[in-house]
Every structure is written in structure tokens, then in C-alpha cells.
């Protein structure tokens, strides 16, 4: 069974940049989608990016332009470059997985497998 886990959060000013990771163990990512979720404090988890196998990608309105998602199949690694950040960028970022290879699906349910989050901060 594949594990996720996250790295790479923390505290930023607005407009800084951060890159937070997620790496598989137990498993690959083969050729599964594999995404970016966040979660806002007293919001709902919403989805941010999907990549696929082979780079093709799908972004949520409210970061497009600003954030790129990207994937290192060999190591197992998919990255989110976060720029321009903005406070309400604030969120616990979570990567997730399922058995599907569309990046045009976004239901939450869809994807079986979540790391245990990472929190981005970003001050004002």
C-alpha cells in the first residue's frame, strides 16, 4: 500500500515562494494521477493541481499562474512550486492519489491515498 508523505512547509511573507514535496513509498505513483489538496482553517479541502504520468496538468482558477505542479516518476517525487503567494494561500497542503489517470477529475473522493499534510503559512 502506498504511503505519502510531504515536506517542505512553513512560515512565508506575501509574495515570497515556497516548493513543498511528496514522495511515495510503499508503491509508485505509476500511472496515476496524483494532485495537490489544501485546506484552509475553517474551510473545506479544495482541490489546487493534478499532474499526470506524463506531465499533462490541470489547476485549480485561484492558482493558475502561480503555482506549478510537477513529477519526477524515477524518484517517486511530485513537487508544487507556490509563487506570488497570498494570505489566503494559508492552508495545511496535502498530495493524493487514487486509481485514475483523468486530470480533469477533481472529486475528493476519487483519490484513496493522502499524506498527512504539510502547513504553508503566509503573512501579510
Known amino acids: 500500500q502506498v504511503q505519502l508523505a510531504e515536506s517542505g512547509g512553513g512560515l512565508v511573507q506575501a509574495g515570497g515562494s515556497l516548493r513543498v514535496s511528496c514522495v511515495a513509498s510503499?508503491?509508485?505513483?505509476?500511472?496515476?494521477?496524483v494532485g495537490w489538496w489544501r485546506q484552509g482553517p475553517g474551510k473545506e479541502r479544495e482541490f489546487v493541481a493534478n499532474?499526470?504520468?506524463?506531465?499533462?496538468?490541470n489547476y485549480a482558477n485561484s492558482v493558475k499562474g502561480r503555482f506549478t505542479i510537477s513529477r519526477d516518476n524515477a524518484k517517486n517525487t511530485v513537487y508544487l512550486q507556490m509563487n506570488s503567494l497570498k494570505p489566503e494561500d494559508t492552508a495545511v497542503y496535502y498530495c493524493?492519489?487514487?486509481?485514475?489517470?483523468?486530470?480533469?477529475?477533481?472529486?475528493?473522493?476519487?483519490?484513496?491515498?493522502w499524506g498527512q499534510g504539510t502547513q504553508v503559512t503566509v503573512s501579510s
Open positions: 499532474i499526470g504520468r506524463s506531465g499533462s496538468t
Open positions: 510503499g508503491g509508485t505513483f505509476g500511472n496515476y494521477v
Open positions: 493524493a492519489t487514487g486509481g485514475f489517470s483523468d486530470i480533469f477529475y477533481t472529486r475528493v473522493s476519487g483519490y484513496n491515498y
